[in-house]
């Protein structure tokens, strides 16, 4: 998408444009432009995106630096991990490094829950032996083989006594969505594949990795150097999903 358009799209939904225009101005958003539309450097599955002022708004109240490693990281890692994630359910041997991983783990560990709850427990499965049951275990589905194929796997367990669920909603599932949706974005930026997978029967898995049955099962995800990188997948125009003032 080029960026007038992006400006464009920006302008006609916010009503905000001519000011937002003005920010574009900026030196430093201007540089933000350049490097987010520059190749990775990472020579990573790369999507060109110009970070919204929203985004820039937030990455400077988080990160006051000004000196490319402050505003511009957040900027750029956010969108372009955003931009370039796909559901990779085909991997190389290639290991991840302790420090990616604690890097995808830290991640996880600032995801947002209901009243904090923090209800999660992370299970991080190095063994072959025990990925190629739990791949076993998720026969059928689609991500089933890349469990065996990819040098780490996921799996993100739930207590649902630790969330709530008032007005007839499971926040606990929520919660598992936005800590799965930091491992999925960190991993991206990375340079990293993952697929969510939440399509399996529990009771295969639980013995196979010993979770206790007051945890439910709700997300498994492969972790590794993507072997092959699908394109993207359509998703619906903010014109048929957006609603502003009523609906
Ligand atoms: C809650 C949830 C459950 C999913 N379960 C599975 C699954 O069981 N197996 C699978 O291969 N993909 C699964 N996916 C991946 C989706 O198919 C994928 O995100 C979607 O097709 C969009 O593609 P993209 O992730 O590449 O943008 C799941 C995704 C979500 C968010």
Same mark, same amino acid.
């Given at each position: 998408?080029?960026s007038?358009?992006f400006?464009?799209v920006?302008?006609t939904?916010?009503g905000?444009?001519?000011?937002n225009a003005? +920010?574009?101005?900026?030196?430093?958003l201007?540089?933000?432009?350049?490097?987010t539309t520059?190749?990775d450097?990472?020579g990573?599955f790369?999507m %060109?995106?110009?970070?919204?002022?929203?985004?820039? +708004?937030y990455a400077?109240?988080?990160?006051?630096s000004?000196d490319?490693?402050?505003?511009?990281?957040?900027?750029?890692?956010?969108?372009?991990? @955003?931009?370039?994630r796909r559901?990779?359910? #085909?991997y190389e041997?290639?290991?991840v490094?302790?420090?990616?991983?604690?890097?995808i783990l830290?991640?996880?560990?600032?995801?947002?829950?209901?009243?904090?709850?923090?209800?999660?427990? @992370?299970?991080? @499965? #190095?063994?072959?032996?025990?990925?190629?049951?739990?791949?076993?275990?998720?026969?059928?589905?689609? !991500?089933?083989?890349a469990?065996?194929?990819? %040098?780490?796997?996921?799996?993100?367990? &739930? /207590? %649902?006594?630790?969330?709530g669920?008032?007005?007839? #909603?499971?926040?606990?599932?929520?919660?598992a969505?936005?800590? &799965?949706?930091h491992i &999925?974005?960190?991993?991206a930026?990375?340079g990293?594949?993952t697929?969510f997978?939440?399509?399996? /029967?529990e009771d295969?898995?639980?013995?196979?990795?010993?979770?206790?049955?007051?945890?439910r099962?709700? !997300?498994i995800?492969?972790?590794g150097v993507?072997a092959k990188? %699908?394109g993207?997948?359509?998703r619906?125009?903010l014109?048929?999903i957006?609603?502003?003032d +009523?609906?």
């Amino acid at each position: 998408m080029g960026s007038d358009h992006f400006l464009a799209v920006f302008t006609t939904l916010s009503g905000t444009g001519a000011k937002n225009a003005r +920010k574009w101005s900026d030196p430093i958003l201007a540089f933000s432009a350049k490097r987010t539309t520059a190749p990775d450097p990472r020579g990573a599955f790369f999507m %060109p995106a110009r970070p919204s002022p929203l985004l820039i +708004k937030y990455a400077q109240a988080r990160s006051p630096s000004e000196d490319g490693t402050g505003i511009q990281g957040v900027v750029d890692m956010t969108v372009e991990a @955003i931009r370039k994630r796909r559901s990779v359910r #085909k991997y190389e041997e290639t290991p991840v490094s302790d420090d990616q991983l604690s890097q995808i783990l830290e991640s996880a560990r600032y995801a947002a829950s209901w009243a904090n709850k923090q209800g999660w427990q @992370i299970l991080v @499965i #190095k063994d072959a032996g025990i990925q190629a049951k739990l791949s076993e275990a998720l026969e059928g589905n689609p !991500g089933s083989k890349a469990v065996s194929q990819a %040098p780490v796997t996921i799996v993100v367990c &739930m /207590d %649902p006594n630790e969330s709530g669920s008032p007005n007839d #909603k499971q926040y606990f599932m929520t919660d598992a969505g936005i800590l &799965m949706d930091h491992i &999925m974005l960190q991993a991206a930026d990375l340079g990293l594949g993952t697929v969510f997978i939440g399509f399996f /029967d529990e009771d295969k898995i639980r013995p196979v990795l010993g979770v206790p049955d007051q945890f439910r099962i709700v !997300g498994i995800t492969p972790l590794g150097v993507p072997a092959k990188i %699908p394109g993207e997948r359509p998703r619906n125009e903010l014109a048929d999903i957006v609603h502003w003032d +009523k609906w």
